[in-house]
T-cell receptor, first 116, second 110 residues
Framework: DGGITQSPKYLFRKEGQNVTLSCEQNLNHDAMYWYRQDPGQGLRLIYYSQIVNDFQKGDIAEGYSVSREKKESFPLTVTSAQKNPTAFYLC???????????????FGNGTRLTVT | GQNIDQPTEMTATEGAIVQINCTYQTSGFNGLFWYQQHAGEAPTFLSYNVLDGLEEKGRFSSFLSRSKGYSYLLLKELQMKDSASYLCACYMEYGNKLVFGAGTILRVKS
């Protein structure tokens, strides 16, 4: 079955370390997204990518970096510059075809990152 | 800028009907999604509106008024499993991205 896989489900890191969260999809979607969710809050957009080798900053990109070398993969690196990295991170994808504005986002199951 | 507002919390009784409102002020708006999210899980898609009017899907319906910048999600015959957070999200055609509201936590009591 097609879907989005995020790994690991739980991740623990020490302050000052960079950490990379994995996101892989086999839905053949062009567009991929990273969101962050803090307790009791909605989803905030970190980075997104419409096609391979291209990506744009979202609303809270500072302290994060991404790459999009393959259509299936959109890893997110949380750098030591991110001041408050502990959060629930969600990766999503959707089709990018013209006229597909009603295509919903498909989400992975998320990675809960704890930095101490 | 973008501004999406939803009530923070709502409580309703099993078997009843509840309406969750969402108001938005966004540039480049071209559609509104509703998602359900249980605690600790990923959001799941419920409905999409791009034209004014009501879309019905079983126990769930969603309404949109583009001129008023207003949407609501209507849940009928509430069940305990409907206790979750409900997220309103605006589709921004420029950038092909969704911008989410903070979500409404719905508690269904027996």
């Amino acid at each position: 079955d097609g879907g989005i896989t995020q790994s690991p489900k739980y991740l623990f890191r020490k302050e000052g370390q960079n950490v990379t969260l994995s996101c892989e999809q086999n839905l053949n979607h062009d567009a991929m997204y990273w969101y962050r969710q803090d307790p009791g809050q909605g989803l905030r957009l970190i980075y997104y990518s419409q096609i391979v080798n291209d990506f744009q900053k979202g609303d809270i990109a500072e302290g994060y970096s991404v790459s999009r070398e393959k259509k299936e993969s959109f890893p997110l690196t949380v750098t030591s510059a991110q001041k408050n990295p502990t959060a629930f991170y969600l990766c999503a994808s959707r089709t990018n075809k013209a006229g597909q504005g009603n295509s919903p986002l498909h989400f992975g199951n998320g990675t809960r990152l704890t930095v101490t | 800028g973008q501004n999406i507002d939803q009530p923070t919390e709502m409580t309703a009784t099993e078997g009843a009907i509840v309406q969750i409102n969402c108001t938005y002020q966004t540039s480049g708006f071209n559609g509104l999604f509703w998602y359900q999210q249980h605690a600790g899980e990923a959001p799941t898609f419920l409905s999409y509106n791009v034209l004014d009017g009501l879309e019905e899907k079983g126990r769930f319906s969603s309404f949109l008024s583009r001129s008023k910048g207003y949407s609501y999600l209507l849940l009928k015959e509430l069940q305990m499993k409907d206790s979750a957070s409900y997220l309103c999200a605006c589709y921004m055609e420029y950038g092909n991205k969704l911008v989410f509201g903070a979500g409404t936590i719905l508690r269904v009591k027996s």
